[in-house]
């Protein structure tokens, strides 16, 4: 993580096509469809959200979520863009929902394109997810950074196994700087599973795609020493 902050200065500048897929990636926030219900949470610390579109293909299901972090902007873009650091690889075998996992290309210091493979439940087959991966910043307002992503076509990277089908998921994660080297964390995530699916695999599906703010609390949790520093202020 430390390398990857060392090299973020000067910010890269973004290409024409960037800025394009940065820009309909944020437009899911506010993406028509209705409003984001919120939803119960395992967790005091993070907020859930959710909204569907249903179309005659397919359930897509958009979700959010936001919590904060014990981490600076810096630290949190360098942990999501560590793609198969040991850390990421460990978390991935760990998690039975998690079939594979892969860098495909190196496009960039600021894009790289990556792929993974989820377990659907039985009777379905299993979701392939790859993805070009662009981020940004910081913001010259709030000094914030952008994670952006959607799903893009690479033969190169095609699965070859018979039980899979290649979905689509488009999204943003945001961080936002807060006092005590912390941060506010947003994820927002368009998940289109494609083929005939029912809404509550879909929403199962989502909820499961919202993981990154546990992860990151795991990572980074300092509500011990907060609570201590705050005590002895």
């Known amino acids: 993580r ?16 960037q800025k394009d897929l940065i820009a309909r990636c944020l437009k899911l926030e506010n ?12 967790s005091y610390r993070i907020q859930y959200f ?10 897509v299901a958009i979700g959010k979520a936001v919590t904060e972090v014990d981490a600076t902007a810096e630290q949190i873009l360098a942990w999501r863009w560590a793609w198969t650091s040991n850390e990421k690889i460990r978390i991935h075998r760990e ?35 790859i993805v070009q991966s662009v981020w940004s910043g910081p913001d010259l307002k709030d000094g914030s950074y952008l994670y952006c992503w959607e ?16 979905a689509d998921s488009r999204g ?6 807060l006092p005590g080297s912390r941060c506010k964390f947003t994820i927002v995530q368009r998940i289109n599973a494609r ?16 993981s990154t703010p546990s ?9 011990a020493q907060i609570d201590l520093e705050a005590r002895d202020a």
């Not at 943003?172 to 700087?177: A, D, E, H, Q």
């Not at 609390?217 to 300092?222: G, K, M, Q, S, T």
Request: hydrophobic share 30%.
């Open 2 to 17: 430390d390398e990857f902050i060392a090299k973020m200065y000067p910010a890269p500048t973004l290409t024409p096509p």
């Open 31 to 42: 993406v028509g469809h209705g409003e984001f219900t919120e939803l119960k949470s395992d």
């Open 50 to 59: 959710q909204k569907n579109e249903h179309t005659a293909e397919s359930s």
């Open 95 to 129: 998690d039975p929902k998690s079939v594979s996992r892969y860098v495909v290309k190196d496009v960039s210091c600021n894009e790289c394109i990556i792929a993974t493979t989820k377990k659907f439940p039985l009777w379905f087959k299993n979701r392939e997810f």
């Open 151 to 166: 799903s893009v076509d690479d033969a190169s990277a095609s699965s070859t196994r018979s039980n899979t089908i290649r």
């Open 172 to 177: 943003f994660m945001i961080t936002r700087p």
């Open 195 to 210: 083929g005939s699916i029912p809404s509550w695999v879909a929403n199962l599906k989502i909820r499961h795609s919202l």
């Open 215 to 223: 992860e990151l609390h795991n990572a980074f949790d300092r509500s």
